[in-house]
């Protein structure tokens, strides 16, 4: 792709216009294909194996619930038609073996250990940090349904942080009211970490102390009223200078501060193609929801 500079904001606009018409029209043909295969990795550990210990033993293993569980949420299924997609899937591939039925996907998905999933990376990364708002079917509308009138939207906070190509390498999901700096994404990162991205938000003394533990530098404009000799970082007193000499725009062209778009644009592509809500009712069955999307995400990227 190309671009081409906006005749209404030519300094700060830019518009795209595609040039591979012919890979990205391909492209958008293949987001229909729904070609489903197993592994024999996969078929083989689809039904879990004997714990030898008392009681009930479990009858599908964690492979075979979180595959059903990403085919909800990649097709938008309620997980009654999921199962039912799976049995019609299995008896069109010939395979013998038995699907989940629903009250075992709801039940087993609270108890799901989900890792996140992404390519290792060898060098330094930026990480891009935010987060964004998820609806969920709070008490107080399950209640307006039940007895009428209006409930009130429950949310839930999704925190990611990704890398330059897009890629979601820490992901933590909390409630609404939890701060978006007290949420410490950069030690999850396993990958030595160059540089840390993020809005006015993470202007704060803890998202400071995680980036310089380890060694990475921290590009976030801080607030307009900030002062010099503060007790947050030397590198904030240097963009406070910055910002007095050259204003805050400038800047923020300086310091690489538009790749904090990469987050914004994860948080596009996840709300487009799976949904701005979540389809689980519990804390727990949403944490592995969270985690399948983030691994979704980056299996299309």
């Given amino acids: 792709m190309s671009s081409k500079r906006s005749l209404v904001h030519p300094k700060f606009k830019t518009k795209y216009r595609v040039t591979n018409w012919s890979d990205y029209d391909q492209s ?105 708002g998820l609806s969920i079917f709070g008490e107080g509308q399950w209640a307006a349904v039940k007895h009428g009138g209006k409930g009130i939207q429950g949310w839930r906070k999704l925190h990611l942080g990704v890398d330059d190509n897009g890629v979601i390498v820490a992901q933590a999901l909390t409630n609404s009211n939890v701060d978006d700096a007290g949420i410490n994404l950069i030690a999850e990162v396993k990958t030595k970490i160059k540089t840390v991205i993020g809005d006015g938000a993470y202007d704060t003394r803890a998202f400071y102390a995680a980036a310089e533990t380890r060694g990475a530098k921290v590009v976030v404009p801080p607030d307009k009223t900030a002062t010099i000799g503060g007790e947050l970082s030397r590198g904030r007193d240097q963009a406070v200078r910055r910002i007095r000499k050259v204003g805050r725009r400038q800047w923020k062209t300086g310091v690489g501060y538009h790749r904090q778009a990469r987050a914004e644009n994860a948080f596009f592509r996840l709300k487009t193609i799976l949904g701005d809500r979540m389809r689980a009712r519990g804390k727990d069955a949403q944490l592995v929801e969270a985690r399948i999307a983030c691994n979704i995400l980056n299996r299309l990227t």
Avoid: C
């Fill in 28 to 132: 958008l043909v293949e987001r229909g294909n729904i070609t489903l295969w197993l592994s024999p990795d996969a078929m083989a550990t689809w039904n879990a194996k004997p714990t030898h210990r008392r009681g009930g033993q479990r009858k599908y293993s964690d492979v075979a619930i979180e595959t059903a569980l990403t085919l909800r949420m990649l097709l938008h299924f309620p997980l009654r038609q999921t199962e039912g997609f799976l049995r019609s899937i299995f008896d069109l591939m010939g395979v013998s073996l038995d699907v989940p039925d629903h009250t075992t996907m709801s039940r087993r998905s609270a108890r799901l250990a989900v890792p996140l999933r992404s390519r290792p990376r060898t060098g330094a990364i930026n990480l891009v940090i935010d987060s964004s």
